[in-house]
């Protein structure tokens, strides 16, 4: 009877070990489209954008993170952009992200830096500091009038659209 059982048990690792080697099988998921999903006030809430603006976004950015291929189910440039800017907008640690969108905590993290490096490029568009001594004095002198802020020459205020000049 020992033997019966040992030759069970040998068995059973044998099968246990194949199965442990087996690659997990790839599950495909259908995610949701905030785009649709949320109206325009929802949607600010959620990514701090507006839909008008996150496509204006998209249309400067989106050949940059488009991936070459379709393969294995690739994110879209719209989905990259939407992950990126729900953890700009919220901080949320990067498997929440995922679960949520559901995608990988590895996908997340690389999305992220590529939708942040593409954003970065268009600096040069939106940010400009002053060039000259004379332009630096002048905004110098106007943060500190306003503000009491010695010898600063630009700031970012994230919470609003429009832009302030001294």
């Known amino acids: 009877m020992s033997s019966s059982s040992s030759s069970d048990d040998s068995d059973e690792d044998i099968i246990l070990q194949i199965l442990i080697n087996l690659p997990r099988p790839?599950?495909?998921r259908d995610r949701s489209n905030p785009l649709q999903d949320y109206d325009d006030l929802d949607f600010k809430c959620r990514f701090r954008?507006?839909?008008?603006t996150f496509m204006?976004?998209?249309?400067?950015?989106g050949d940059s993170i488009k991936h070459k291929t379709n393969r294995s189910s690739s994110l879209s440039p719209v989905l990259q952009l939407l992950i990126a800017l729900r953890y700009y907008a919220t901080g949320a640690f990067q498997m929440v992200l995922g679960d949520h969108i559901q995608v990988n905590k590895?996908?997340?993290?690389?999305?992220i830096k590529t939708v942040s490096t593409e954003i970065a490029r268009l600096r040069p568009?939106?940010?400009e500091f002053p060039s000259t001594v004379?332009?630096?004095?002048r905004v110098q002198l106007g943060f500190f009038r306003l503000h009491q802020f010695p010898r600063v020459i630009g700031a970012l205020d994230c919470s609003h659209t429009?832009?302030?000049?001294?």
């Open 26 to 28: 790839r599950r495909f």
């Open 162 to 166: 429009r832009i302030q000049s001294y």
């Open 125 to 127: 568009q939106f940010i």
């Open 49 to 52: 954008l507006s839909k008008e």
């Open 106 to 111: 590895s996908t997340v993290c690389r999305v």
């Open 134 to 137: 004379v332009e630096q004095q």
């Open 56 to 61: 204006i976004l998209l249309h400067m950015i």
